[in-house]
């Protein structure tokens, strides 16, 4: 069982910077890959960045690539996600989720743990 506790997010303006942490409790975090992921409203909810245990693998979005940074650190078990140069259009909440393998997983609907969510509103 993994619990996930997210914090950071909130309102910047476009071009800010903001970086959201997870924090997880479980035994099994430094064996699972990380996922971030965002849910703008009436649009369904789609991956962002993907890290995986050992975090030499990651994974990002096309929109995203250049801007934000997935890392982990195994032994505070949290996992990060730095945004900069945030635009308008990367408001959304936006949520960590975990998923106990050792491979890239890129899939929603293959994680098993996912956080509360934490609100990004970037403004234009």
């Known amino acids: 069982q993994v619990q996930l506790v997210q914090s950071g997010g909130g309102w910047v303006q476009a071009g800010g910077s903001l970086r959201l942490s997870c924090a997880a409790s479980?035994?099994?975090?430094?064996?699972?890959?990380m996922g971030w992921f965002r849910q703008a409203p009436g649009k369904e909810r789609n991956i962002v960045a993907a890290?995986?245990?050992?975090?030499?693998?990651?994974y990002y979005e096309e929109s995203v690539k250049g801007r934000f940074t997935i890392s982990r650190d195994n032994a505070k078990n949290t996992v990060y996600l730095q945004m900069n140069s945030l635009k308008p259009e990367d408001t959304a909440v936006y949520y960590c989720?975990?998923?106990?393998?050792?491979?890239?997983?890129?899939?929603?609907?293959?994680?098993?743990?996912w956080g509360q969510g934490t609100q990004v509103t970037v403004s234009s």
């Open positions: 989720a975990a998923v106990e393998a050792r491979m890239m997983v890129t899939s929603a609907g293959t994680y098993d743990y």
């Open positions: 890290i995986t245990w050992s975090g030499s693998i990651t």
């Open positions: 479980g035994r099994t975090f430094s064996s699972s890959t």
